[in-house]
């Protein structure tokens, strides 16, 4: 998907706290947790850092039961 260089993804919640950080070659993956604790159901915005120089920001919808 990056063509073999090394994209980052950030996520926080919505008061800043940095909850997962991730480098990878082809795929994201997060469980939704922090420190090993199960996150609430809420909001969190992500920063995702394309090798090509490119940031693209969002956010998602962790629902966890």
Same mark, same amino acid.
């Given at each position: $998907?990056? #063509?073999?260089?090394? &994209? =980052?993804?950030?996520?926080?919640?919505? $008061?800043?706290?940095? $909850? *997962?950080? !991730? @480098?990878? !070659?082809?795929?994201?993956?997060? #469980?939704? @947790?922090? @420190?090993?604790?199960?996150? &609430?159901?809420?909001? *969190?915005? *992500?920063?995702?850092?394309?090798? #090509?120089? /490119?940031? $693209?920001?969002?956010?998602?919808?962790?629902? =966890? /039961?």
């Amino acid at each position: $998907v990056f #063509d073999g260089k090394e &994209a =980052n993804i950030k996520i926080f919640d919505r $008061v800043g706290t940095l $909850v *997962y950080e !991730q @480098s990878s !070659q082809d795929k994201f993956v997060w #469980d939704g @947790s922090f @420190s090993g604790r199960k996150l &609430a159901t809420d909001s *969190y915005w *992500y920063v995702l850092t394309i090798p #090509d120089g /490119r940031i $693209v920001k969002g956010w998602i919808l962790l629902k =966890n /039961r």
